[in-house]
């Protein structure tokens, strides 16, 4: 059985057992006994939920590396006829890398060659004046840039590692509208709101109508972002066995995406991003100050227009979902909901959710809860991430470090429509 699907199987069968406990105690309170099993079988799903979406972003990472260096995966259908690369995706078990799928394919992974980490080494320590030609040759490979120097290839390849991360990690980057531009001057996004125009029965020889929509822009600009140097000792780049450019990119990518993401979501414009909780428009909704009713996401979904809601999501943070799965609807079910057979995503009210711990918690004044279309909202990225590797700064220590840059903004197209609204706490 693959990893995923084993993984998958286990968090279903944690939902079951939540699914079994929900009933059993409709239409009565919970006993102590109930309310700490209760408990605990959140925290197992949630445990369990997170093991899958690791799984998954692994092998989505695993899968694009291979794409990138040109080692795809071969498969081969019963007729021993070779299909197009890339084409599904295998999970390796044991030691000969063969792993039969159900519907009977046999799926090979090519793992990438083993003198490309000692190229990657060497760069590292000595720089790209030391690079061998075979060594560059490796680099190209992998990058798909022939012709290009070391000191330019190993640095995009980490980027675009960084880059598939990003997206990973969840929040604005997963949700979000993310476009790229080559150069970073302010770029001015146009927006339309056509909602009042509409066709209409004109009779025969009679002069049709004019309505002009509403024309307006936005500004959206590149603000750079860096990372922190990370300091690498050369005793350590001579001695690793694991794979050191994934680990470098990871810590870049959660760096970077700890600290745009955040402004993405809660920035106020002045010097950064204007986020999307700032951004969003106040919903009719009236909760508590320090609590959220089922009515309270009702009515805030259908304060979002409909062509904006029919593709809608949630987005809150990790408190307020403990505190919304334990809601009910008129009928007593709770409004968090998984099919037990089905992989697909968990649900509330028939709507996906992300999970963003930069949206504020409940309370007076917070903006707890959204509900719209993200991808309204726009992350600009001026070229790819870039990665920097300083070779004199840390010479003393025997080390060398590595950061990443990049110029970034987002900004959310309203044209009046309210793609996106927000649920607000009033005051205590």
Do not use: C
């Amino acid at each position: 059985m693959g990893k995923l699907k084993e993984l998958r199987e286990k968090r279903a069968t944690v939902f079951g057992q939540i699914d079994e406990l929900r009933k059993a105690t409709d239409g009565r309170a919970m006993t102590a006994e109930e309310q700490q099993k209760w408990d605990a079988l959140l925290k197992d799903y949630e445990s369990a939920d997170q093991r899958v979406k690791q799984e998954e972003r692994f092998q989505e990472m695993e899968m694009r590396q291979l794409e990138q260096s040109g080692d795809f995966l071969e498969e081969r259908g019963r007729d021993g006829a070779s299909a197009r690369p890339g084409m599904g995706v295998g999970t390796q078990t044991g030691s000969g890398g063969n792993h039969a799928d159900p519907d009977g394919q046999d799926r090979t992974i090519k793992h990438p060659d083993p003198e490309y980490r000692s190229a990657f080494i060497d760069y590292l320590i000595n720089g790209e004046g030391t690079l061998t030609n075979q060594s560059r040759s490796l680099f190209e490979k992998r990058a798909g840039l022939p012709g290009v120097s070391g000191g330019v290839l190993v640095p995009k390849l980490l980027g675009d590692k960084v880059e598939v991360a990003l997206k990973d990690f969840g929040g604005m980057f997963a949700t979000g509208s993310v476009f790229y531009t080559a150069k970073g001057g302010d770029l001015t996004m146009p927006t339309v709101n056509d909602t009042a125009r509409r066709a209409i029965i004109v009779t025969e020889y009679a002069k049709t109508p004019q309505s002009a929509p509403v024309f307006s822009s936005k500004v959206i600009k590149a603000f750079t972002y860096r990372t922190p140097i990370v300091p690498l000792s050369v005793e350590l780049l001579q001695d690793s066995a694991f794979d050191l450019d994934t680990l470098l990119a990871e810590l870049l990518a959660t760096s970077f995406w700890r600290g745009i993401n955040a402004d993405l979501t809660t920035g106020d414009g002045n010097g950064r991003p204007l986020g999307i909780v700032p951004s969003a428009t106040v919903s009719s909704a009236t909760p508590a100050a320090t609590a959220i009713k089922t009515d309270d996401l009702i009515d805030l979904m259908a304060s979002v227009n409909a062509d904006y809601a029919e593709v809608g999501k949630f987005m809150f943070n990790h408190n307020t979902f403990w505190s919304l799965v334990k809601l009910k609807d008129s009928m007593g079910r709770y409004i968090w909901q998984q099919e037990v057979r089905s992989e697909l995503p968990p649900m509330i009210f028939g709507k996906p959710y992300i999970v963003n711990d930069n949206v504020p918690d409940i309370g007076a004044r917070n903006s707890s809860v959204l509900f719209g279309d993200f991808s309204k909202y726009k992350i600009r990225m001026v070229r790819d991430f870039r990665v920097i590797r300083l070779n004199e700064l840390l010479a003393e220590y025997l080390s060398v470090g590595i950061f990443g840059f990049a110029r970034a903004d987002g900004i959310l197209l309203d044209a009046g429509t309210n793609p996106v609204k927000k649920l607000v706490h009033p005051a205590a």
